[in-house]
């Protein structure tokens, strides 16, 4: 769960756009007891001194294409004979697991809107993870499974940022509950990886909500 000494680190700045060119790599130099020290984070192959106190999420991954997330925050610079920035340690309640293909699913309300050849609409999402969501419509909406529908979702982040996140998917499930609703669960089809990067941030700050009540 823990990553070791030597593990790569890829952290993205909470305060930056969440772009691959964004993203901050560095390997772990040494674990304390409540810190891990690393090596100045490179990007775009230059180093980049992160501001105390900036927030970052960041995650390693197993040989076995296990994921490992969690977010930390930068302590401080021990500058020796190498270099080094120290960030907080996560709590093991912290940190979490996504193994390939596999994506967290969150209880989460977020605007949407849904785009098809015959109709437009918005809609209000029950459940929401970096491989798809779910949402109810209203029933005059011809939705049916199989069905190719292109869309976008308003993400709002813990920093007062907030994103517009594009996807095409494909209707897995349509549900009659009998209130004049469909709930209707897609699939993201196409997403970019920078644009589900986003997703997937999102609903592991909603995990840390859930964890924190």
């Known amino acids: 769960m823990y990553p070791k000494t030597n593990d790569m680190l890829f952290m993205q700045p909470v305060s930056m756009e969440a772009k691959l060119e964004n993203e901050h790599r560095s390997r772990i130099s040494e674990i304390e007891e409540q810190s891990l020290l690393v090596e100045i984070p490179m990007r775009g192959g230059r180093m980049s001194r992160l501001r105390l106190g900036e927030e970052l999420s960041v995650h390693h991954m197993t040989e076995d294409g296990v994921k490992y997330y969690f977010t930390s925050h930068v302590l401080g610079y021990h500058d020796d004979s190498i270099p080094l920035m120290r960030i907080s340690k996560p709590l093991p309640e912290e940190i979490s697991k996504i193994q ?3 994506y967290l699913r969150v209880p989460a309300k977020v605007e949407i809107a849904v785009l098809a050849p015959k109709f437009h609409f918005t809609a209000i999402t029950s459940d929401l993870s970096g491989g ?4 109810t419509s209203p029933n005059e909406h011809d939705l049916h499974m199989n069905q190719e529908v292109d869309g976008w979702i308003l993400l709002a982040f813990k920093s007062g940022s907030i994103d517009h996140v594009r996807f095409s998917g494909e209707v897995l499930r349509v549900k009659e509950p009998g209130t004049g609703l469909n709930t209707v669960s897609v699939h993201f089809s196409q997403i970019a990886d920078t644009e ?5 941030r999102y609903c592991f700050e909603r995990q840390l909500d859930f964890r924190n009540r």
């Open 196 to 200: 589900r990067q986003k997703v997937i």
């Open 100 to 102: 390939r293909r596999h």
């Open 132 to 135: 798809g969501l779910s949402f």
